[in-house]
């Protein structure tokens, strides 16, 4: 089955500096990429998501990019803020399965 | 709209007993999957069900059963509970008819925190 490994496990940065996330996964079979993000006490949200057809995807401050050839995608956040602060999950999924296969989770810390 | 709602929020029980936690999806959302959440392993799927039936399940234990009515309401139980049940279960909704590659989307509740003792 399929195996989606995410770095780090913590990540901590000062307030407006830019934030990386790395998942690689082992399926080349896998189509679409999402990424969650979960705030204390509450469950995880998709934050933003990327298919195999495309090579990166922005939405305001976060950004997305799937490299197909070497299996791995990366979340990026600029200008960070203390809202950002959460445990953010990868995951993938073949199209039809409906199923993901999430990441570990990278804690993220904004310090103001 | 409302969004998945989860009860009980928390839940206390003893080695041994059962618990049946409930999980009411977004209107019109057809597919309900469970997840169960610890600090060492993460997001492990429990099963999935869409219209009342199983369509697929991971690894776990038979002790931990589910199913989903007319309504697309589902329930989970956990037999015989372990101290290794100790978790927070999330459920997620999703598909809608006609909702094409969102169906992919998950929608999750703010989950069950179980504690064994």
């Known amino acids: 089955g399929e195996n989606v490994e995410q770095h780090p496990s913590t990540l901590s940065v000062q307030e407006g500096d830019s934030a990386v996330i790395k998942c690689t996964y082992s399926?080349?079979?896998?189509?679409?990429f999402p990424w969650y993000k979960q705030e204390l006490g509450k469950g995880p949200q998709l934050i933003i998501d990327?298919?195999?057809?495309?090579g990166e995807k922005k939405d305001q401050r976060i950004a997305v990019t799937l490299n197909k050839t070497a299996k791995h995608f990366s979340l990026h956040i600029t200008e960070t803020q203390p809202e950002d602060s959460a445990v953010y999950f990868c995951?993938?999924?073949?199209?039809?399965?409906?199923?993901?296969?999430f990441g570990r989770g990278t804690s993220l810390i904004v310090h103001p | 709209k409302a969004g998945v709602t989860q009860t009980p929020r928390y839940l206390i029980k003893t080695r041994g007993q059962q618990v049946t936690l409930s999980c009411s999806p977004i209107?019109?959302?057809?597919?309900v999957s469970w997840y169960q959440q610890t600090p060492g392993q993460g997001l492990q799927f429990l099963f999935e069900?869409?219209?009342?039936?199983?369509?697929n399940k991971g690894n776990f234990p038979g002790r931990f059963s589910g199913r989903q009515f007319s309504n697309s309401r589902s329930e989970m139980n956990v037999s015989t509970l372990e101290l290794g049940d100790s978790a927070l279960y999330l459920c997620?909704?999703?598909?809608?008819?006609?909702?094409?590659?969102?169906?992919?989307?998950?929608?999750f509740g703010s989950g069950t925190q179980l504690s064994v003792l």
């Open positions: 997620a909704s999703s598909f809608l008819t006609g909702g094409g590659q969102d169906n992919e989307k998950l929608f």
């Open positions: 399926d080349s079979a896998s189509n679409y």
């Open positions: 990327i298919r195999s057809n495309v």
């Open positions: 995951a993938a999924s073949k199209g039809g399965s409906y199923i993901p296969t």
């Open positions: 209107s019109g959302h057809r597919s």
């Open positions: 069900y869409f219209s009342e039936t199983q369509r």
